[in-house]
């Protein structure tokens, strides 16, 4: 029903329209090339930044990483030392081309400074969060009748504590796993053996199951029949709703469960398990990834903005003098087995 709607506005618009072709030169539109910063300061892990320029949309996707920069960190206002480019070939294109031996803990206000002849000189500033708070996963399975026929279905319900009196953001991101067994392929009879180590993926989640999620679904959106949220990689969300208090995060998995006939007998399996990434962001960062989701939901109002009769989702940017983010994030997690369904 979406997709037809989307072709029948598409097509009005053009009826309305008047057909015409004309060559337009875009040189004298182009603008000043700026250096892009990108960072996350991570507690734990060690600081890595990517630093490139921006392109004109005639450029034909130049290659565009800065690799001879000068880029200073400073940590609570004192020089730290200058972060090295540290490249191979193979991985020109990785995420984190410049690297340096600090590892953030929570507290530290970071800042990155690049410079290259050619660019204005850009810089990012931040605070570290705290680690958050998180106090209970519990993930039960659940039998699920909405399309007319029975599926297994899973409900993950997570318990966190908010610090009251500041804004706090953040993000969380659910994957499950499954027991890994060895096979005697040879003797196909002989009951598979458990090998001591599970298969981590991402678990898709519609988040407009919970109301921290579910005002991001607009009015058009739910008459189309766009009325949830995906997100493998998590989703990012603030305290609006819960401001100082204990929460309970309740989010229904979009994938369904049954028993795989190669593994063992039900009764004899392992139980799958569930892990919960709940991340402390800074406000920077929880926007930055705010306008990233909103672009990759496909909403309605995606589509207006595509045709030009909706205002484009802008992505922030806290990057002085150029483009980018210098985003802080502290992460808390918890594990547990999955209840099967009786």
């Not at 984190?96 to 690049?114: H, L, M, T």
């Not at 207006?304 to 992505?315: F, S, Y």
């Not at 003098?321 to 994030?329: F, M, S, V």
């Amino acid at each position: 029903m979406k997709a037809d709607m989307k072709y029948i506005l598409f097509f009005s618009v053009l009826l309305l329209a008047t057909a015409c072709m004309k060559e337009v030169d875009l040189e004298y539109l182009r603008p000043d090339s700026k250096l892009v910063l990108n960072s996350v300061v991570s507690v734990g892990d060690s600081l890595k930044a990517s630093l490139s320029r921006t392109w004109f949309y005639t450029d034909d996707y130049p290659n565009v990483t800065i690799e001879d920069a000068k880029v200073n960190l400073y940590v609570n206002d004192r020089l730290f030392g200058e972060m090295i480019w540290n490249v191979e070939k193979y991985d020109y294109y990785a995420i984190g081309n410049y690297i340096s031996s600090y590892i953030p803990v929570p507290g530290d206000k970071v800042r990155i400074e690049a410079n290259r002849d050619g660019f204005k000189e850009v810089m990012g500033e931040e605070t570290v969060p705290d680690k958050p708070d998180l106090l209970n996963l519990y993930v039960e399975s659940y039998e699920d009748n909405s399309l007319g026929y029975s599926r297994i279905k899973r409900r993950y319900k997570m318990t966190f504590r908010d610090e009251p009196s500041v804004q706090n953001c953040y993000l969380i991101s659910i994957v499950y796993g499954t027991p890994h067994y060895e096979y005697d392929y040879d003797d196909l009879d002989k009951s598979p053996v458990y090998s001591g180590t599970y298969s981590w993926r991402s678990e898709s989640m519609d988040y407009a199951s919970d109301p921290v999620f579910g005002n991001k679904v607009s009015i058009l959106d739910k008459v189309m029949g766009s009325d949830w949220l995906s997100g493998y990689n998590g989703r990012p969300f603030s305290d609006e709703l819960f401001d100082g208090k204990e929460y309970t995060m309740t989010l229904d998995a979009n994938s369904y469960y049954g028993h795989n006939p190669i593994f063992p007998l039900p009764g004899e399996e392992l139980p799958d398990s569930a892990r919960v990434y709940l991340y402390a962001i800074s406000e920077a960062y929880y926007k930055y990834l705010s306008a990233l989701t909103t672009l990759a939901d496909g909403s309605f109002s995606n589509d207006l903005a595509d045709i030009g009769l909706a205002e484009p989702v802008r992505v922030f940017s806290n990057i002085e003098g150029g483009l980018g983010i210098l985003g802080a994030a502290c992460v808390d997690s918890l594990t547990v087995a999955i209840r099967k369904l009786n």
